[in-house]
């Protein structure tokens, strides 16, 4: 009887961890006869960093019976975290990824092994699927040197280890720094260092398409691989995005000009590509651009266009509010898509959180403190989300229905089921002529995550979930809490470089610290190192 891989791999996915018995049951039934055999040398190469190695496979009689290549590294004795695991198609091994790179010559292959533990004999299961549906496995020890380089991650202070029975639904944490040569940094949530950038430092990176993506520190893009090789994708120096886009110039817009930067800020997932945040020889901080894997534009955003043409159309002078060449009046530090209604959700943290068509580019709504400048401006007021009763427990002072608080000075925004979450800051404008309020506790502001059911058509905005910590942290800048399932989070208080891991139930799941402030962790997404697939 013929096996598939769609057999070997329950919806289509490399879960070892969670179904590791379903797996190796599935894999059991699968004939013993073989449509090659693979030999693994003991011989290893090591990569750019101790967290990668390649390992040399032999195919015999010939490589074209090669149907996948799977890699699973076990976790330490004792961890709570999923096996790093990835799976390789052989059309990807024989060239057909990124680089168009080929791991295969004649019958060698050499494959990349990532996310292993540094300082340390990993055992490594390498399951190598042919064409006719059977299947070899080989287990390889693979020795690693220790990650000596100075790095804040490989000292943390662990505040609360990771529990042994929490419901966590990640094990792994990109995180963005822009204090060391390397980036980005990827953590598990033991707090074992499992990945680092090159030595390429920059403020903005994201993790797209399979691969790390990250500003050149200037106006250029690049990708970091898995292999550890660096590829430059594209210099955006002196593009000008003024007849790009939808808002690039026109009656009711500000010049967009060329662009100058790619590293302030956020890379986000956008639409179908990567969401760059750009500065312009005509603006700073309120342009965006969002690329495909190999960097070509897509789409452009001028938010002083988009945020001038409310204004006029409501009458007021947008002179009075947006501002051209070096004013930072904006400040967009994160940007997500809502794809239920297309649209593009932006954070300016000098003033609001808004939602603007994705085509267009024309202004939805704003959710945002009041008390702050823009909401002096009927034209912007407008706009302005209702704040709803929620169903979350009272925030002092206690009343019988707690009224949405709005976000200030907010970042990391994502949405997950149609719902926005962010990191409310809690910090007021430093660049407009109304600082705006704060939330307070006892007196005291505290930073919070929180999550809003926003409803376009009624604008009305509810608050749905919020994690204050017990109101005992304040991180004014920088900053991220993105929700990965279900109530499942991890929040990042930059200034106080903490990690914290929330599941489910609300509980801490883990909590780190780190020396450095907000340089060292920017921003940190969760991210599965336990199903990857490169095809």
């Not at 949530?189 to 993506?213: E, H, K, L, M």
């Not at 200037?218 to 995005?241: E, I, M, P, Q």
Request: hydrophobic share 35%; glycine share 8%.
């Amino acid at each position: 009887m013929k096996s598939t891989i769609r057999n070997v791999f329950p919806s289509g996915l490399l879960r070892l961890a969670a179904g590791a018995a379903a797996f190796l049951a599935a894999i059991a039934a699968i004939p013993a006869a073989h449509a090659a055999s693979v030999t693994v040398s003991p011989a290893q190469v090591a990569g750019s960093s101790p967290f990668i190695k390649f390992l040399s496979l032999t195919i015999s009689p010939d490589p074209s019976a090669l149907r996948y290549i799977s890699v699973r590294i076990a976790p330490m004795a004792g961890s709570q975290t999923r096996a790093v695991a990835a799976l390789y198609s052989a059309n990807y091994l024989n060239g057909g990824n990124f680089r168009s790179h080929s791991y295969i010559t004649g019958n060698t292959i050499t494959l990349p092994v990532f996310g292993l533990y540094d300082n340390y004999t990993n055992t490594v299961l390498v399951t190598t699927g042919f064409t006719d549906g059977t299947y070899q496995q080989n287990t390889v020890s693979v020795p690693t040197t220790q990650f000596t380089e100075t790095n804040a991650f490989r000292t943390p202070t662990v505040n609360q280890a990771r529990r042994v029975n929490t419901t966590l639904s990640y094990d792994y944490v990109y995180v963005k720094s822009s204090s060391y040569g390397r980036t980005p940094i990827i953590i598990d949530t033991d707090g074992r260092i499992r990945f680092v950038g090159d030595t390429q430092t920059a403020f903005s990176t994201g993790f797209f398409d399979n691969g790390c993506y990250n500003s050149d520190g200037g106006s250029g893009l690049r990708r970091y691989d898995f292999d550890g090789v660096a590829t430059v994708v594209k210099n955006y120096s002196g593009v000008n995005l003024n007849y790009t886009g939808v808002n690039g110039t026109g009656a009711n817009n500000f010049a967009t000009g060329t662009i100058t930067s790619t590293n302030h800020h956020n890379f986000d997932p956008g639409k179908t590509g990567l969401l760059l945040e750009c500065n312009t020889t005509a603006l700073t901080e309120s342009v965006a651009i969002e690329v495909d894997k190999s960097g070509n534009i897509l789409h452009s955003w001028n938010f002083a266009g988009t945020i001038s043409a409310a204004m006029q159309a409501g009458g007021d002078n947008p002179a009075s509010f947006v501002k051209t060449g070096g004013a930072d009046w904006f400040h967009n530090n994160s940007i997500t898509y809502r794809p239920s209604d297309d649209t593009l959700v932006v954070s300016s943290r000098e003033n609001f959180v808004m939602g603007i068509e994705y085509t267009t580019g024309a202004l939805k709504w704003i959710l945002g403190d009041s008390s702050k400048y823009w909401h002096t401006f009927p034209s912007l007021a407008a706009y302005s989300l209702a704040l709803q009763p929620t169903n979350l427990p009272p925030i002092a002072p206690a009343t019988t229905s707690p009224v949405t608080l709005p976000p200030i000075g907010q970042h990391g925004l994502s949405v997950y089921r149609d719902q926005l979450s962010l990191y409310d800051d809690d910090y007021q404008s430093v660049n407009q002529p109304t600082s705006g309020g704060q939330h307070l506790h006892a007196g005291s502001p505290y930073t919070a995550a929180r999550k809003y059911i926003i409803d376009a058509v009624g604008k009305t905005a509810t608050e749905q979930w919020n994690f204050s910590y017990n109101f005992s942290k304040y991180s004014n800048v920088c900053g991220s809490a993105y929700e990965d399932r279900s109530l499942n989070y991890l929040v990042c208080y930059a200034t106080l470089t903490n990690l914290v891991g929330v599941d489910s139930t609300g509980a801490i799941a883990f909590d780190y610290s780190y020396p450095g402030g907000c340089g060292v962790a920017f921003n940190a997404t969760p991210i599965h190192f336990e199903n990857m697939r490169f095809q």
